[in-house]
């Protein structure tokens, strides 16, 4: 079991102050390698199953969400939340099936997905990191391009992850995102996003 805490928040258009943000860190979500991950249907804000390369995973929303201030302009709803991952068997008939004959109660996802990982060095100070890079602590912070339904949407994220939690200084946020206005109104989690789909 994981568990993680967790702001989101989700746009119809793309976001040209983050994109530059990552650009400048030479990450690009046209380079980046899409995934499908396969959600169930569950109309649910606190729980969440999907497929994803040969795993289920179950994530749990604990408690719930409040309110907090990321950033000059960015507001949003702070989650936390547990997960499970269990394995597939390659040959099971179910995940096939939800894979290649278009289950109607699974929702297929494509995603572009850039990111870094930030921890502490030594000093005590930002250490950026790849996304894929293994840290017992630290918060992951991603932008992503979303295909679902036939349509484009996009998604900004934080997780914070392990034992240890990493204060982010809202002047990191304001770098990220700019003057972009980041409301409550767009910050939910995965499970809340399906639900309006």
Not at 29 to 56: F, H
Not at 187 to 194: C, D, H, P, Q, R
């Amino acid at each position: 079991m994981l568990a993680s805490k967790e702001i989101r928040w989700f746009f119809e258009k793309e976001n040209k102050e983050i994109t530059n943000w990552f650009l400048n860190k030479n990450l690009t979500i046209t380079t980046a390698k899409p995934r499908t991950d396969y959600y169930k249907k569950l109309n649910q804000d606190d729980l969440g199953i999907k497929l994803r390369e040969g795993n289920i995973e179950i994530k749990e929303r604990i408690g719930k969400a409040t309110k907090k201030q990321m950033g000059k302009f960015a507001n949003g709803f702070f989650e936390s939340w547990v997960k499970w991952s269990f394995n597939v068997k390659l040959e099971d008939i179910e995940s096939k099936e939800i894979i290649y004959d278009e289950n109607p109660e699974w929702i297929a996802i494509t995603k572009n997905r850039i990111g870094l990982k930030i921890t502490h060095d030594a000093n005590g100070k930002y250490s950026y990191l790849p996304i894929t890079e293994r840290v017992d602590y630290g918060c992951q912070i991603e932008y992503t391009r979303i295909e679902a339904n036939g349509k484009f949407l996009y998604t900004f994220g934080l997780e914070w992850f392990g034992d240890k939690f990493i204060e982010i200084d809202t002047t990191l946020i304001d770098e990220i995102t700019g003057t972009s206005i980041l409301g409550c109104l767009e910050s939910y989690g995965y499970a809340e996003f399906l639900n309006r789909l």
